[in-house]
């Protein structure tokens, strides 16, 4: 568009303007919500660090809460059970969405159906599928317990409880993995698995010599995907068992939630500015894992 | 799939069997829960209190709905989702589109370190404790009196990953197209609106299927802003102080009718626009 007469220029600088202001009321009410929503409450958490804060009045403590942390054994604990956790999680979830996906991307009959029931349980919320497993994984009257003629105490043992969480684990997230590789999968050419074939390649082969590193880009970035989903995860968990029993499927997540919140069990004022302090210290722990696992994945590529 | 490698093509008849009876056992095992609370919700309450192995009830007791319909408030609450669900849908399609229209046709200074702050705060969790400083910005602004509060913040907290697949999707159309339209005397907006808007539909079949999905499953949120107020609940919220409540290991199955009925809905719509659901899910992580 060219304006070669002034009255036109200034029809167009006009145009601009109201072109300018449209874009910036179009853009304005998510970045309003990005301020409050995100930047806000993330600042919020690092003003009341160092305060015990119970939602009405906060004190400044200096670095009481530090000390408490250290010795707060049951956070401590917590850790280690988001770490188990997480291992558990990712262990069983990733080899299974890979083997459902090559399964279901060799061509059978009924593919669509297979992959509507697999990615099912990713529309159902957690808290309740959570409930739902809570009832199949009940001691006396479960389906579970029922089905196999036992009275396991799959949610009051320390010893079961992990199981249970990552059976939830597993079966609500695993629909996502699947549909991950199976799109990474429909990437590959098939001109690639005809050379394999004239070369003689049976499935095995096909799978670890092709599919496998063909599909590393995408391996590594779901890989990173279910490592950060699992430590973060604990809506399900504090549905399924609360955390329970002791502390024995207590991750970090949770706890703090009870802090900050209160739980159902027992009443006890908000501890905010410990919760803060933990929540912090928690993404960081999150954020290390993370870096750690880019480095990892790079040495490896380097290598391979 | 259409897409068939001749190598796995040729798989002789009995492999193929074997895989299809190892899936469909899968399958069976994936979707057992659903079944199992759905023929589960039609139980006595001594039946699903005595437990054992059966699946089907014995008698159907369809009562178990209404009683939960109308002593345990169901009614209410599955209205409050129906509402959370729609407003967080509603309130995703208008922002994320626009927002994601701004930023793939615009140049200003600012642009990136914006659009970056959007993606790092998908990455940056803290959990629960962002919950608390919006709570009590609600409680101040006498917010949490209503469920605008929840949809506002549920809404804002998932915006980022709509904004990026609207950003995607609008960068595939052509340019040439909104300089058409401004040829046409078409401002910045219209052109949105009347150009753009039309070429983004299943763009925003999949935002609103994801954001829909979002709100009807949101528990943390709505749990934490109606903790006080029963009226407001939610399903997710109001079938699990069900079962945190004293006399909750009595009512089993009203549970199990709740349970259902959080369920089912969200079930038949995905079944009807599963496509739409994977698209979505499978767009930000693997293609971007």
Known sequence: MIYTNVQGRTRHDRMGRINTIQAALMLGPAVLLLIICSIYPFFWMFRYILYDYNGFTAHFTGIQNIIRMIHDTSFLESIGHTFEYAAYKIMCIIPAALLIAVLLHSGIAGTSIFRLVYFLPTVISSSISGMIFSFIFATSNGILNGIISRQIPWLTSPDHVMMAVTVLAVWGGFGNYMLYFITGMNGISADVYEAAKIDGANTTQTFFRITLPMLSPVLKVVLMLAITSAFKDYEAIMVLSGGGPGNRSMVMFLYIYHLIFGSAYNVTQPQIGYGALLSCVSAIIVGCVTLLYLKISKKLDSVV | ?288
């Open chain 2, 1 to 288: 799939m259409d897409k068939r490698h001749e190598v796995l093509s040729s798989m002789d008849k009995a492999r193929q069997a074997a895989i299809i009876v190892l899936l469909s056992i899968l399958a069976v095992l994936v979707i057992f829960p659903v079944v199992y609370i759905t023929l589960g919700s039609f139980k006595s309450r001594t039946e699903l209190l005595v437990g054992g192995a059966k699946i089907l009830p014995s008698v159907f007791h369809f009562e178990n709905y209404v009683n939960a319909w109308q002593q345990a408030n169901f009614a209410v609450y599955t209205g409050n989702s129906v509402l959370i669900a729609c407003g967080v849908m509603v309130l995703s399609l208008l922002f994320s589109t626009m927002a994601g229209y701004v930023f793939s046709r615009t140049n200003f200074v600012g642009k990136n370190l914006i659009y970056g702050t959007f993606i790092m705060f998908m990455f940056i969790n803290v959990g629960s404790i962002s919950i608390r400083p919006l709570f009590e910005l609600a409680t101040r602004t006498h917010m949490n009196k209503s469920l605008i509060s929840v949809i506002l913040f549920s809404a804002g907290m998932g915006q980022a990953t709509y904004i990026f697949l609207a950003r995607g999707y609008v960068n595939t159309v052509p340019k040439e197209l909104d300089e058409a339209a401004k040829i046409d005397g078409c401002s910045f907006f219209g052109t949105f609106w009347r150009i753009i808007v039309p070429i983004l539909q299943p763009l925003i079949a999949t935002i609103a299927l994801l954001s829909f999905r979002q709100g009807w499953n949101e528990y943390i949120l709505p749990l934490v802003f109606t903790m006080t107020n029963d009226k407001m609940r939610p399903l997710t919220v109001g079938v699990n102080m069900l079962k945190n409540s004293g006399d909750g290991a009595a009512s089993w199955e009203i549970m199990f009718a709740g349970a259902t009925i959080a369920v089912i809905p969200m079930i038949i719509v995905y079944i009807l626009f599963s496509k739409y659901f994977m698209n979505g899910s499978t767009a930000g992580a693997v293609k971007g």
